[in-house]
């Protein structure tokens, strides 16, 4: 009576009872290793954009703290009426990268205020320490900074003060308090106290706590989201800023290590490039340089991988070029990048990485040249390096770009040119709709396994663009599982793949969709998080061939599967992706001489709802499910949810 209940059931709302469908049969072949895995696969890719540094990750709260700006009040304004000449801005061009400061003139005591309003407000916790600093010199006996926290209602919830002393040399002072409130944008009054004249520069405030507790570091919450994801490797700076809109704006590495003081500003190129999403206060001001990525990596646990420019402007600005005579100044960059991550500490870059802190090398193995550069003017520059670089470093593996898109001609050219060539690694980067990657999950299978490695360096599903907050939804999330199939079945020629873009802030985004969304104060992941966590916690070492009547599990029936070994804690690891309505049973038929223990693991992410996304009120709305299964012998039976991601870690003797 019950079935025939059941099947009644099943006929009126369109579903198939699970009991009534026949067990789908997969061969798992665990001793036949169809290739080694690279240990470094799934990582992360980061760029400045959405906010991602300055008013992200990198923990500052004051902006435009040196003046630097294009307007250099932007960010600030004045307490208080004062005579003409109070506050000066002075720019002295003998001040390395940060010519500018605020001189202030006071003879008569006047009570002077300014307020800055920090990266769409200050996210402030209560309970936590700040600590605000700045730079002065030739500051009259006597007079005072004074500093105040203020909530959103403009009342006090946090101060201190600090007295200047007098010298004709710059000296830094500083000034500890704590907050009595948690506002999530809040501003900073800085008051200056006493008669007299001084200059100042470098207003600052950190939170004390930050990732490791380094002095002016890095947002923890941000940085703790990469480590649980345990990255084989950071890429760093980008993306199209590696570029910049025009030459004069591209990122110059040089510029952005040494003393903070003299690290110089430039405008972030995201800072107008979309029309929907200006941003004019958007800077770089490099507090985040090439030595705190080196640093970021290494604490966790992840390989460095930045990308130089190669000579050319971005293609969709100004298409400026370097000509092939004045290319050597480009190529010297990357040389002497070399020498900073792993130079002895007797060189020069190697002595500067050691006076910054670090004399041990970051032993750096990759280097990219160009980001999403193309045509006959990128692979004649591109050439110029390899040349230099592999005379000099052939230990570093040189990773080529191969343009915007998947396919095309731009892409066909360069997929041609960089294999003859003979590059280390080619860059591919896809950003498409969700039935794109349920399709090319065997975009790698046929591809040369005695050519050049693959670097999925930036793909993204979107459903809608620009979509802002909220719409990073489940059903991109499960369609990048389902090729993230395809690039573990081919990790013999997949050797890495990363996310892009990384951080989003909600008031400061200019592209979607995000891996990670942050506010001033919290961040959390999206639905692509937990599957990108999934597969980077899960990796292995070898290539197990999982078989569906002989061929690969990629798209037939909406079923996607990869399996890998991991020699190191003797574990098969099954990836499963059910993208249906419905329940499928599956048979794992494991073929081995090795024992299987019946313990295992079974973490599932689904929902039955595909445009669910997370957000900051419901960050885990949907997240893994972890399970103690057992199983018995060598044939596995197994029930996997509707629109699911499935992870079965099995330990082998």
Not at 48 to 65: F, H, P, T
Not at 264 to 275: H, M, P, S, V
Not at 425 to 443: K, V
Not at 505 to 512: E, K, P, R, S
């Amino acid at each position: 009576m019950k079935k025939i209940e059941l099947l009644l059931a099943a006929m009126l709302t369109g579903s198939t009872p699970l009991f009534a469908q026949t067990p789908v049969s997969f061969k798992v072949d665990l001793d036949q290793s169809a290739g080694m895995m690279s240990q470094d696969m799934w990582g992360v890719f980061f760029e400045d954009i959405n906010m991602g540094a300055d008013g992200g990750i990198y923990a500052e709260l004051v902006k435009n703290r040196s003046f630097e700006f294009n307007e250099p009040w932007m960010g600030w304004k004045k307490l208080t009426k004062e005579p003409e000449g109070t506050f000066l801005i002075v720019n002295n061009s003998k001040r390395k990268g940060n010519p500018r400061s605020l001189k202030i003139h006071n003879p008569k005591g006047l009570q002077l205020g300014v307020q800055n309003e920090g990266f769409r407000g200050m996210g402030i916790k209560k309970g936590e320490q700040y600590e605000f600093s700045l730079l002065f010199k030739e500051a009259t006996a006597g007079m005072r900074i004074r500093v105040e926290l203020l909530n959103e209602q403009d009342n006090v919830i946090g101060s201190s003060e600090l007295t200047l002393s007098s010298g004709s040399d710059w000296q830094s002072g500083s000034a500890k308090f704590t907050a009595s409130e948690t506002v999530a944008k809040g501003k900073l009054n800085v008051w200056i106290e006493g008669a007299g004249d001084a200059e100042v520069d470098m207003i600052s405030l950190f939170p004390k706590e930050t990732w490791k507790n380094r002095p002016k570091g890095l947002r923890k919450d941000m940085v703790q989201l990469l480590a649980d994801m345990k990255p084989g490797f950071i890429r760093f700076p980008g993306g199209c800023i590696v570029e910049g809109r025009d030459l004069a704006s591209r990122f110059q590495w040089k510029k952005t290590v040494g003393p903070i003081e003299e690290r110089e500003l430039i405008i972030n190129r995201w800072n107008t490039e979309f029309k929907h999403r200006p941003a004019p206060d958007y800077f770089q001001t490099f507090g985040l340089g090439f030595y705190e990525y080196f640093l970021m990596a290494e604490d966790i646990g992840a390989k460095a991988v930045p990308i130089l420019n190669c000579g050319m402007a971005c293609q969709f600005n100004t298409a400026e070029l370097v000509p092939m005579d004045e290319l050597d100044t480009y190529i010297q960059d990357a040389l002497d990048l070399i020498e900073f991550a792993n130079g002895d500490v007797t060189t020069t870059w190697g002595k500067l990485r050691a006076d910054m802190g670090h004399p041990a090398p970051f032993n750096m193995e990759m280097l990219g040249v160009g980001n999403e550069n193309w045509g006959p003017q990128y692979v004649e520059r591109l050439a110029a390096f390899k040349k230099i670089l592999n005379e000099k470093h052939p230990e570093i593996a040189i990773i080529a770009s191969s343009g915007t898109d998947p396919d095309g001609e731009r892409f066909a050219y360069l997929d041609e040119q960089l294999r003859d060539m003979n590059i280390d690694i080619i860059d591919e980067h896809y950003y498409r709709p969700p039935g794109w990657f349920l399709s090319s999950a065997s975009r790698y299978d046929d591809y040369d396994r005695k050519g050049p490695k693959i670097f999925a360096g930036e793909y993204a599903s979107h459903t809608t663009r620009p979509n802002g907050p909220g719409r990073s939804t489940w059903e991109a999330a499960l369609s990048e599982a389902a090729f993230l199939t395809g690039l573990e079945r081919n990790a013999d020629v997949v050797q890495m793949a990363s996310y892009a873009p990384l951080f989003g802030h909600v008031d400061g985004w200019q592209w979607t969709p995000d891996l990670i969304w942050v506010d001033n104060l919290n961040a959390y992941g999206t639905p692509s998080y937990q599957v990108q966590k999934l597969y980077s916690t899960n990796t292995g070492t070898d290539i197990i061939p999982i078989k569906w009547n002989g061929d690969a599990v990629a798209g037939k029936d909406s079923l996607f599967a990869s399996s890998v070994y991991d020699s190191a804690t003797k574990e098969l690891i099954i990836k499963f992706v059910n993208y249906n309505s419905k329940p499928v049973q599956v048979n794992f038929d494991i073929n081995s001489k090795k024992k299987l223990k019946q313990a295992a693991v079974k973490t599932t992410l689904a929902n039955a709802d595909l445009s669910i996304s997370t957000s900051f009120e419901e960050p885990l709305k949907i997240q893994p499910k972890v399970e103690q299964v057992n199983y018995k012998g060598k044939k596995i039976a197994e029930t996997f949810a509707p629109y699911s991601l499935t992870v079965i870690k099995l330990g082998v003797q």
